[in-house]
């Protein structure tokens, strides 16, 4: 399995002391294997590699460790299973038949998960893959979690439930602080683990890890500098791209929508072109990613394919001026346009569609990840599907 592109992934292995007294080039195994730039010919060429059908239930959250090699899903079947990226199969498989379990986040210890209770009470569970043991318990909501995101700093997390988003820190049962709310939450840390965003239905707020109490220091309705009318958006997950820039809001609707972070009146673009999940009485919130690099965008759809935004490129496009007409840009109908999003893909009020729809397993792909190492893409209902790029398809950079 292929290394995606980091600047942090690989560096000069040689050893300084050898290199002063050897000057001869290290054998060429001793190298890294060369790091893989995500493209859209790469991203075309994925495709489903294996199913897991370990669920009998819809999986309800999808999880990667800090270092890609494992995955964790929760679903309706009280169940937690545990994925080996690297080596594609079952690693392990829990349950929590007494509290039910929702939105599985590892820690930044790949032993170890929190994760949400769906009955019995409102509580947080840490729990240590590795002796099935409970470390610690966080008691304070008084309504059902339905958002949960770990700090990419330290082991702080928060915690959205319908009457507050509360800030945790995992050495401590006690809340470190909360803002009180009416509505269901999406929750989401920026890269550098100092600003969280809070959506409730169309209204994103920002606010200072440190100073959270004092309110949101920047607060927007996405979609209204596209002209969107409020009461279609409905947040159901945020998340920013690893440079911070940008927030993907994803919706169960017919659209999804990229926000300006230093900005966030400037809803860039509104994300369509794929099949929406309507009216279905569950939906997961995670029915969208970034991809590692924070230039596409992939998102499931209710027939089950997987669709591909190219956000560099339409951004580069929209401050060129390289659009269409107002919702003049080309309909899909579930097919790729030629490699190479073409510039008809972005109109002029901010619509955008994809450039592939990756033909997948079959049934409605409620969530969906990129792992955050590795070129792999995971997909899941009742069934879980890896992606990873067709041998068959020569992809050249």
């Keep these: 399995m292929s290394h995606l592109h980091s600047s942090t992934d690989y560096g000069n292995n040689n050893n300084s002391a050898s290199a002063s007294t050897n000057t001869q080039h290290p054998p060429l195994h001793a190298q890294p294997p060369a790091p893989v730039v995500l493209t859209p010919s790469l991203l075309s060429a994925l495709k489903v590699s294996k199913i897991f059908k370990d669920n009998t239930h819809n999986i309800t959250s999808l999880d990667f460790d800090d270092t890609g090699s494992k995955c964790v899903t929760s679903a309706q079947d009280e169940s937690l299973h545990v994925y080996d990226c690297v080596g594609g199969k079952l690693d392990q498989t829990l349950f929590s038949k ?26 947080l569970r840490y729990l240590s893959l590795h002796d099935n ?11 059902k979690v339905t958002a949960l995101e770990m700090s990419p700093l330290d082991d702080q997390f928060l915690a959205g439930s319908e009457e507050a ?8 049962p006690n809340c470190q602080g909360a803002v009180s709310i009416i509505g269901q939450p999406a929750i989401a840390f920026d890269p550098s683990g100092l600003v969280f965003a809070v959506a409730l239905g169309c209204t994103l707020r920002l606010y ?25 958006v409905i947040a159901t997950q945020l998340e920013f791209s690893s440079d911070g820039k940008n927030i993907l809001v994803t919706t169960a609707a017919d659209a999804h929508y990229v926000v300006d972070s230093y900005k966030p009146s400037n809803t860039r673009f509104r994300l369509v072109g794929h099949y929406s999940y309507g009216n279905e009485p569950f939906q997961s919130g995670g029915e969208a990613c970034w991809t590692p690099d924070g230039k596409f ?10 669709y591909v935004w190219d956000i560099t490129k339409a951004i580069a496009d929209q401050a060129a ?18 490699m190479g999003a073409s510039p008809n893909l972005l109109s002029a009020n901010g619509e955008l569609r994809p450039f592939k729809a990756l033909k ?24 879980l599907a890896f992606w990873e790029p067709d041998p068959n398809v020569v992809v050249m950079h």
């Design 98 to 123: 007494k509290y039910g379990v929702h939105l599985a986040r590892f820690t930044h210890r790949s032993t170890n998960v929190v994760y949400a209770s769906t009955k019995e009470d409102d509580t």
């Design 133 to 143: 043991k409970y470390i610690r318990y966080f008691k304070g909501h008084e309504k």
């Design 165 to 172: 988003v509360r800030l945790w820190d995992l050495r401590s």
């Design 208 to 232: 200072d890890v440190k100073v959270f109490d004092q309110g949101p220091f920047d607060s927007a309705i996405i979609g209204q500098s596209l002209g969107i009318n409020h009461n279609s």
């Design 297 to 306: 965008i992939v998102s499931g759809s209710k027939e089950g394919n997987i």
């Design 321 to 338: 001026g390289l659009v269409n007409g107002a919702g003049s840009a080309n309909v899909m109908n579930g097919v790729g346009v030629p």
């Design 360 to 383: 997948a397993h079959g049934t409605p792909s409620h969530i969906v990840a990129f792992n955050p190492k590795y070129l792999m893409m995971v997909s899941g209902s009742t069934e």
